[in-house]
Protein backbone atom coordinates (compact mmCIF):
# COMPACT_ATOMS: atom_id res chain seq x y z
CA UNK A 1 0.00 0.00 0.00
CA UNK A 2 1.39 3.72 -1.05
CA UNK A 3 0.24 6.56 1.09
CA UNK A 4 0.02 9.73 -0.48
CA UNK A 5 -0.36 12.84 0.73
CA UNK A 6 -1.76 16.18 -1.14
CA UNK A 7 -1.01 19.62 -0.09
CA UNK A 8 -0.63 23.27 -1.25
CA UNK A 9 -4.84 23.76 -1.39
CA UNK A 10 -6.32 26.73 -0.48
CA UNK A 11 -8.54 29.80 -1.76
CA UNK A 12 -7.29 31.60 -4.50
CA UNK A 13 -8.70 34.29 -7.24
CA UNK A 14 -9.69 33.67 -10.61
CA UNK A 15 -6.35 34.24 -12.86
CA UNK A 16 -4.42 33.46 -9.65
CA UNK A 17 -2.08 30.54 -8.89
CA UNK A 18 -1.60 27.46 -6.86
CA UNK A 19 0.89 24.55 -6.80
CA UNK A 20 0.00 21.53 -5.39
CA UNK A 21 2.06 18.44 -3.60
CA UNK A 22 2.13 14.99 -3.36
CA UNK A 23 4.37 13.36 -1.32
CA UNK A 24 4.26 9.38 -1.69
CA UNK A 25 5.50 6.59 0.33
CA UNK A 26 7.64 3.58 -0.73
CA UNK A 27 11.12 2.97 -2.18
CA UNK A 28 9.79 2.66 -5.60
CA UNK A 29 7.97 5.87 -6.38
CA UNK A 30 10.49 6.37 -9.81
CA UNK A 31 8.10 2.98 -11.18
CA UNK A 32 4.71 4.81 -10.32
CA UNK A 33 2.20 6.04 -12.55
CA UNK A 34 1.17 9.03 -11.26
CA UNK A 35 -1.89 11.17 -11.71
CA UNK A 36 -3.93 13.83 -10.77
CA UNK A 37 -7.71 13.88 -10.49
CA UNK A 38 -10.84 16.46 -9.19
CA UNK A 39 -14.15 16.21 -7.83
CA UNK A 40 -16.28 19.57 -7.68
CA UNK A 41 -19.09 19.17 -5.56
CA UNK A 42 -22.24 16.98 -7.23
CA UNK A 43 -19.96 15.57 -9.60
CA UNK A 44 -18.20 12.73 -11.07
CA UNK A 45 -14.28 12.17 -10.09
CA UNK A 46 -12.13 13.10 -13.53
CA UNK A 47 -9.25 12.96 -14.38
CA UNK A 48 -7.09 16.55 -14.58
CA UNK A 49 -3.06 15.29 -15.25
CA UNK A 50 -1.15 12.02 -15.40
CA UNK A 51 2.73 11.69 -15.97
CA UNK A 52 4.67 8.65 -16.67
CA UNK A 53 7.60 6.91 -14.50
CA UNK A 54 10.41 9.37 -15.90
CA UNK A 55 8.22 12.26 -16.50
CA UNK A 56 9.21 12.37 -19.79
CA UNK A 57 5.54 11.87 -20.65
CA UNK A 58 2.43 13.66 -19.57
CA UNK A 59 -1.15 13.66 -20.69
CA UNK A 60 -3.75 16.51 -19.93
CA UNK A 61 -7.76 16.69 -19.96
CA UNK A 62 -8.81 19.56 -22.08
CA UNK A 63 -10.03 21.60 -19.65
CA UNK A 64 -6.69 22.03 -18.02
CA UNK A 65 -4.34 21.89 -21.18
CA UNK A 66 -2.27 25.21 -21.61
CA UNK A 67 -3.26 26.37 -18.08
CA UNK A 68 -1.51 23.28 -15.57
CA UNK A 69 1.36 21.44 -15.74
CA UNK A 70 2.14 18.19 -14.10
CA UNK A 71 5.74 17.28 -12.73
CA UNK A 72 7.48 15.12 -10.73
CA UNK A 73 10.53 14.80 -9.01
CA UNK A 74 11.73 10.94 -8.30
CA UNK A 75 14.49 12.19 -5.59
CA UNK A 76 11.53 13.75 -3.30
CA UNK A 77 9.13 11.07 -3.75
CA UNK A 78 6.81 13.97 -4.95
CA UNK A 79 4.47 14.66 -7.56
CA UNK A 80 3.58 18.17 -8.36
CA UNK A 81 0.11 20.14 -10.13
CA UNK A 82 1.05 23.86 -11.33
CA UNK A 83 -1.78 25.45 -12.00
CA UNK A 84 -2.33 28.56 -13.31
CA UNK A 85 -5.05 30.95 -14.69
CA UNK A 86 -7.59 29.23 -12.37
CA UNK A 87 -10.74 29.36 -13.32
CA UNK A 88 -13.89 29.45 -10.84
CA UNK A 89 -14.82 26.31 -12.56
CA UNK A 90 -11.47 24.99 -11.39
CA UNK A 91 -12.53 24.43 -7.60
CA UNK A 92 -12.74 20.98 -6.46
CA UNK A 93 -11.04 18.62 -4.30
CA UNK A 94 -8.03 17.67 -6.08
CA UNK A 95 -6.93 13.80 -5.46
CA UNK A 96 -3.24 12.37 -6.03
CA UNK A 97 -3.15 9.11 -7.27
CA UNK A 98 -0.46 6.20 -7.71
CA UNK A 99 -0.26 2.86 -9.74
CA UNK A 100 2.49 0.93 -8.39
CA UNK A 101 1.97 -2.54 -10.71
CA UNK A 102 4.70 -1.30 -12.57
CA UNK A 103 2.81 0.24 -16.10
CA UNK A 104 5.06 1.70 -18.57
CA UNK A 105 2.49 4.01 -19.51
CA UNK A 106 0.09 6.92 -18.75
CA UNK A 107 -2.93 6.15 -16.68
CA UNK A 108 -5.70 8.02 -17.60
CA UNK A 109 -8.50 5.96 -16.38
CA UNK A 110 -8.98 6.59 -12.29
CA UNK A 111 -10.18 2.93 -11.84
CA UNK A 112 -6.07 1.59 -13.39
CA UNK A 113 -5.10 3.43 -10.08
CA UNK A 114 -4.77 1.71 -7.07
CA UNK A 115 -3.69 4.21 -4.40
CA UNK A 116 -5.06 7.47 -3.27
CA UNK A 117 -5.19 10.67 -1.50
CA UNK A 118 -7.00 11.95 0.65
CA UNK A 119 -7.52 15.11 -0.94
CA UNK A 120 -7.01 18.70 -0.66
CA UNK A 121 -9.81 21.31 -1.69
CA UNK A 122 -9.14 24.19 -3.97
CA UNK A 123 -11.68 26.96 -4.51
CA UNK A 124 -11.55 29.74 -6.97
CA UNK A 125 -13.10 33.09 -6.20
CA UNK A 126 -14.55 34.79 -8.94
Known amino acids: QVQLVESGGGLVQAGGSLRLSCVAS????????MGWFRQAPGKEREFVAA????????YYADSVKGRFTISRDNAKNTVYLQMNSLKAEDTAVYYC???????????????????WGQGTQVTVSS
Open 26 to 33: GRNFATYA
Open 97 to 115: AADDSRRTFIIIVADLYNN
Open 51 to 58: ISWGGGNT
